[in-house]
């Protein structure tokens, strides 16, 4: 008896697939499928997140070294991978634009316009977004395994029961030794789909978890690139007399209230 219990569990699962009906094994194969798409997910975002996380390290120093916004633009450095180097370029491209364009000199140095400013603030934003969707890609994958992977093997066991019960009743034979093979095979859909979600879940709360750390240092740099491109590349004689007509249009509105 001690040497045959090693032996049976040990095919257990192959003995159960061997006795779970059509509608059973139908499960298990769609399992294997989510499966295979949710491992696939996991090694792409694990890769993704690792290099996100090492190449952002790397292009924060470089940019904290200096103090001109554009000095990595203009060296052309480059940190692939980094979602920063993304938003980084798109702002330094739409900056490099305006510059030349559209230039506002003073004292002798090139400046940009507010309106030139509020168009790389825009540029920035929708950057930030569609690095953040990026970083996302996937993640419906291992949330839909997460949650349905379970359910579609309890819906193989209840099906694969079904079954059986119905066997039971038309041989008119209700012994253990008739209804365990049925049993054992409608189990194993139950089984597969908590070994589909149960990796998923732990894969999918740690990159969530990451992701939004990632996404947050994204949104700080975003504040922090645009404050010190409005300090270095900005006219703020323009800003300056926006405020002030803005000011005079409201006291005139109060004067006329009055």
């Known amino acids: 008896m001690m040497h045959l219990t090693p032996m049976l569990a040990s095919g257990a699962l ?5 006795k779970a009906t059509l509608e059973g094994k139908i499960t298990i194969c769609c399992l294997i499928v989510v499966s295979l798409f949710s491992w696939t997910v996991i090694i792409t975002k694990i890769r993704q997140l690792y290099r ?12 904290r070294s200096t103090r001109d916004p554009l000095e990595i633009f203009r060296k052309q450095e480059e940190f692939d991978g980094a979602p920063a180097n993304e938003v980084y370029y798109t702002g330094a491209e739409e ?21 030139g400013f509020d168009s790389v603030k825009v540029s920035l ?29 309890l819906l193989g066991t209840v099906w694969g029961v079904m079954e059986t019960f119905s066997g039971v009743a038309r041989a008119n034979s209700a012994s253990l030794t008739a209804m365990a093979p049925g049993v054992a095979g409608a189990l194993i859909a139950t089984v597969v789909g908590l070994l589909v979600a149960i990796p998923a879940m732990f894969a999918y709360n ?12 994204l949104d700080n740099f975003a504040t922090e690139y645009v404050t010190q491109i409005e300090h270095k590349y900005v006219d703020n004689r323009s800003l300056a007399d926006e405020i002030t007509q803005a000011l005079k249009q409201e006291k005139q509105f109060e004067g006329a209230l009055s």
């Open 14 to 18: 192959q003995f159960a697939f061997s």
């Open 52 to 63: 996100a996380r090492r190449m952002a390290k790397k292009f924060y120093e470089s940019y």
């Open 95 to 115: 900056l490099d634009y305006h510059l030349k364009n559209n230039p506002v000199m003073v004292k002798g140095q090139t400046r940009i316009s507010s309106a």
């Open 125 to 153: 934003e929708r950057s930030v977004g569609t690095e953040s969707l990026n970083l996302e890609k996937g993640m419906i994958v291992l949330s839909t395994a997460v949650a349905g992977g379970p359910f579609i093997g």
């Open 206 to 217: 740690f990159m969530v978890t990451s992701i939004r750390a990632i996404t947050q240092e």
